[in-house]
């Protein structure tokens, strides 16, 4: 159960590292580890702008998940 429940946590991270890095432009070639996704939804550039992330399971595959990254209008 607790390496369901960590394999889990790692999934969630990086499909919402993926998504963020992609949505920002930057693709996986920029440094994820300087965002740190394991506090919240909501991510916060340097620029002033706030990202948010939505996680999404896949319908008929419960071990599969998406994750959406998108600009907050202020």
Known sequence: AIRRQRQMCIRDRWTAKEAFLKAIGTGIDAKASSYDFSKSNTISLYDGSFWKLEHHTVCDFPDYLSC???????
């Open 68 to 74: 959406v990254c998108y600009k907050c209008l202020q």
